[in-house]
């Protein structure tokens, strides 16, 4: 798709992930924007598909950097679309959202082709996108925007803050974009890359476990109350797509955290009592 200016013949178009039927009641068309969004979505695809859930029924990854995408492993090739080749020749936006939003603004129309006829088969749209560079940081709010104003579905988004080690211009980028990206999406999911940074390992070397960190949070949430794809069984509490729409709300910032409980080493064992 990112070569070729035409519109795609119908048979190429809206190639929709192969994820055979699927536990899941809720179903995202999931946008990955710039290179951390296409590497989430790339990873929750796996993880969506090692466990049979089925949440991302479409998949768009969309970059103004054409290595980005050619690095993705599981989104199909036909939905990785190449934006702002006018404005950036192909090279991405570096760290400048300003480069990034126009490179989203010069090529919607190209994104929305890609999504087109997912639209009547999901619940939502999300979004996501790495909050400190350019072109997602950038790019993300004006496609939430867009996606808002043409389709009466709920738009979520997914932002990744950086870690402060990143420095001050990813910081700025990052307090510039989230301002925005709030103001566009009914709600905005927040990930902080300093959370989840090993010590003493570099932030790039820990993206393949942050990565996973965020798709586990996030896939669950998503798939909440799904039958359980390995042991047959049904969640404790079932919840449906409706459901989910309904915690989220329409508008604000969600976290998510899943529990830890550390027992005290001398705790008695509760068979006794
Ligand atoms: N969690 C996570 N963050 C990433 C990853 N890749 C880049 N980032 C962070 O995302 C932010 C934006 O970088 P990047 O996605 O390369 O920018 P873009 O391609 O211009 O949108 C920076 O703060 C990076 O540290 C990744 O794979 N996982
Ligand atoms: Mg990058």
């Not at 199909?76 to 300003?98: C, K, M, Y």
């Amino acid at each position: 798709m990112f070569t070729d200016d035409e519109p795609l013949p119908n048979s190429q178009r809206n190639h929709a992930v192969d994820v055979e039927g699927g536990y899941s009641d809720m179903k995202l068309a999931v946008i990955g924007f710039g290179q951390a969004g296409g590497k989430v979505l790339d990873r929750l695809l796996e993880y969506d598909l090692e466990r049979g859930t089925g949440v991302v029924s479409h998949a768009i990854a969309v970059n103004s950097a054409k290595t980005d995408l050619m690095s993705l492993e599981c989104v199909p090739e036909e939905n990785r679309v190449l934006i702002g080749q006018t404005v950036v020749d192909g090279h991405g936006a570096g760290t400048e959202p300003s480069l990034g939003r126009q490179c989203a603004e010069a090529d919607l129309q190209r994104i929305q082709t890609a999504l087109d006829g997912a639209t009547s088969e999901v619940d939502a749209f999300l979004v996501v996108a790495g909050l400190g560079g350019g072109t997602g940081s950038g790019g993300s709010p004006v496609l939430a925007d867009h996606l808002r104003e043409i389709y009466a579905k709920p738009v979520y988004g997914l932002g990744i803050l950086p870690a402060e080690s990143e420095g001050g211009i990813y910081n700025r980028n990052a307090a510039d974009s989230l301002e925005r990206f709030v103001d566009s999406v009914d709600n905005l999911l927040l990930f902080d890359n300093d959370a989840f940074k090993a010590t003493g390992e570099s932030l790039a070397e820990g993206y393949t476990a942050i990565n996973d960190e965020i798709v586990t949070r996030f896939g669950s949430l998503f798939s909440a109350g799904e039958l359980d794809a390995l042991g047959d069984t049904i969640a404790e509490s079932v919840v449906d797509a409706s459901e989910i729409i309904n915690t989220l709300g329409d508008r604000g910032i969600t976290s998510v955290a899943t529990p830890r409980r550390n027992w005290p080493k001398n705790r008695r064992d509760c068979s006794t009592g």
